[in-house]
């Protein structure tokens, strides 16, 4: 029995060092976790100021060409990354208390720096806060320089918040739901550029945010959510991320939100080139419908221009001069289409040179009309010079055409292959999120077979530990020999066998609570109690040869063994004895 107790005490003891390894290494591991999310903010905005300082616009945004990190944000992010590092860096350690209050007034810092922005967007007003310490001189019209975007603002409120109310337990729940808003922001925003959703970060509705900011607000809000869990009380969270069935399901939903997320950016690539594709072919098909209008202008030019020269009909004066701005405007109109690319640009030019050639060669006839009357200019026509400029004309307007053909059918193409791929992407992520969940399901069941498995172990474990406890229960209780059980802290009677409460006329349910000094007279009460702590202090059996004790039948001399036992390491100690009569 004793060698059954010392092998599950022992499994215990591993058991319990295993856990306290893994706790150890979850909490060294969120604390790095903490002061990473601390420093990276830190060192954006930092990079931020500084190309603020050196006019480096790189710098500020991070990506060239990309929106910039506005200064008094950077500051905000200063703010915010250093109370974070002063509120984790001294986390267990006794010391001065001067550190987290510091850190919940740069914590009050960055809301009050949010919600002034926000009322400024609100209510309209000017706080002259937006260039209070760096004049910027980088926006464009209609913008106001220096002021954060009201994502910005908001995000920056909810970190601040949760960085005040980080110390104060009482208020763990707001300090999450703040920390998880701001994440939030900054996820939506980091994935609106990771997936270059141009018309999702413009200023349609408000200005946009750097991707260097949303970055930041994302690591930001993790940082602070993971810091309420290594200052929670009992370490309730800790214990949670220490169960096997938490730590799949959190690894995946990690792993599903990550995978549907490149998915999702893939089908969203694919269904706005899938988009731009439809709106160029639109335009290439306009612009060859454009064309045709220009050609049936251009016919009706020479129409009236032919009809003025040739009959000299009254009237025709004012209809050739309207043909012809309608002419000019059909010219501007076609070449100043976008869709053709700079490829095309020649043969654009050479249209735009043949139209106005046809136009002046077209005008020098009727101004010849006017000058030297109808003859000369019917024998200006019969000359050919507009029927060459016509021939040229048409020659551009068949090479323009050409190439609005093959743009046409390359664009074609390329809207089939979208639309494959957008289908391709969509399957995908649907494919990947079976496959999540599928492997989320599989890992589940896997635990709890698992763990019902252990559970019938511990039962059946538990039946054999019970059937051999009655066993002995009834081993001891039979015996010929009295055996009595003293609990060591007050040497209150545990229980006596079946031989002992024939010896001393008292029950189990009489003895069980009782001390000496309820059955026997001081004296004698004093001289087992003095016996008792000396064998629990020498730790040893003794054996006591002759030992006296009143019983109902008179004085009995007894032969007792006081024996020492321990129910389990670093417990109370049981004093036991077997006496003989």
């Given at each position: 029995m004793s060698a059954q107790q010392a092998s599950k005490s022992s499994g215990t003891g591993l058991a319990a060092s295993a856990t306290w390894r893994h706790y150890r290494l979850v909490r060294s591991g969120s604390a790095a976790l903490v002061r990473t999310c601390g420093v990276v903010p830190v060192l954006l905005a930092l990079l931020a100021l500084l190309g603020w300082a050196l006019d480096l616009p790189r710098l500020r945004s991070g990506i060239p060409g990309a929106v910039e990190m506005k200064a008094n944000t950077a500051f905000g992010?200063?703010?915010?990354?250093?109370?974070?590092?002063?509120?984790t860096l001294r986390d267990g350690r006794p010391g001065d208390r001067a550190w987290p209050r510091v850190a919940q007034a740069l914590g009050l810092a960055v809301?009050?720096?949010?919600l002034a922005t926000a009322a400024q967007y609100v209510f309209d007003v000017e706080l002259h806060?937006?260039?209070?310490?760096?004049?910027?001189?980088?926006?464009g019209p209609g913008r106001i320089p220096g002021r954060m975007s009201p994502y910005s603002a908001a995000a920056l409120s909810f970190l601040g918040i949760a960085l005040a109310t980080l110390p104060v337990r009482r208020l763990r729940t707001l300090t999450r739901g703040c920390a998880a808003v701001a994440a939030t922001i900054g996820l939506v925003l980091f994935t609106v550029h990771a997936w270059g959703a141009v018309n999702l970060r413009t200023d349609e509705w408000a200005p946009p945010i750097a991707f260097t900011t949303a970055s930041a607000f994302l690591v930001l809000g993790v940082g602070i959510w993971t810091a309420t869990h290594r200052f929670a009380p009992g370490q309730r969270s800790l214990r949670v991320l220490l169960d096997p069935i938490e730590l799949k399901i959190m690894g995946s939903f990690i792993g599903?939100?990550?995978?549907?997320?490149?998915?999702?950016?893939?089908?969203?690539?694919?269904?706005?080139?899938?988009?731009?594709?439809?709106?160029?072919l639109g335009q290439?098909?306009?612009?060859?419908?454009?064309?045709?209008?220009?050609?049936?202008t251009v016919a009706?030019?020479?129409?009236?221009?032919?009809?003025?020269?040739?009959?000299?009909?009254?009237?025709?004066?004012g209809r050739w001069e309207a043909q012809r701005r309608e002419l000019e405007r059909e010219r501007r109109l076609l070449v100043s289409y976008p869709v053709l690319g700079d490829a095309a640009r020649p043969a654009v030019e050479a249209l735009d040179r043949a139209v106005r050639g046809l136009s002046e060669v077209l005008q020098e006839a009727v101004d010849l009309r006017g000058r030297e009357g109808a003859e000369a200019a019917r024998a200006f026509v019969r000359s050919g010079r507009d029927a060459a400029a016509m021939a040229e004309l048409r020659g551009a307007m068949a090479h323009i055409d050409s190439i609005g053909r093959a743009e046409e059918e390359s664009s074609a193409r390329l809207l089939r292959d979208g639309r494959e791929r957008t289908v391709a992407f969509t399957v995908l992520a649907l494919v990947l999120a079976a496959l999540v969940l599928g492997a989320v399901f599989v890992a589940i069941r896997r635990e709890i077979t698992k763990r019902a498995g252990a559970e019938r172990a511990l039962r059946r474990r538990s039946s054999e530990a019970t059937a051999a406890n009655r066993f002995l229960e009834s081993l001891v209780h039979n015996i010929p020999h009295m055996i009595f059980v003293k609990d060591a802290r007050d040497l209150r009677f545990v229980r006596i066998n079946r031989a002992g409460e024939r010896l001393t006329g008292l029950t189990?349910?009489?003895?069980?609570?009782?001390?000496?000094?309820?059955?026997?007279?001081?004296?004698?009460?004093?001289?087992f109690v003095a016996k008792d702590r000396a064998v629990l202090a020498s730790k040893e059996v003794v054996d006591i040869s002759e030992?006296?004790?009143?019983?109902?039948?008179?004085?009995?001399?007894?032969?007792?063994?006081?024996?020492p036992c321990w129910t389990r390491p670093a417990s109370r100690p049981t004093c036991s004895a077997s006496p003989r009569t």
């Open positions: 992010l200063v703010f915010a990354g250093s109370a974070l590092l002063l509120l809301a009050l720096l949010g806060i937006d260039q209070a310490l760096v004049r910027d001189y980088s926006v599903a939100i990550a995978a549907l997320t490149t998915v999702g950016g893939l089908v969203y690539g694919a269904a706005a080139e899938y988009s731009r594709e439809i709106q160029r290439i098909r306009q612009m060859r419908a454009d064309l045709t209008e220009l050609y049936a009706d030019a020479v129409f009236v221009q032919r009809t003025l020269v040739l009959s000299d009909t009254a009237g025709d004066d189990q349910a009489a003895i069980a609570g009782k001390s000496d000094h309820d059955f026997f007279p001081p004296e004698e009460a004093d001289f030992e006296e004790i009143l019983t109902p039948d008179g004085v009995r001399l007894l032969h007792t063994k006081k024996i």
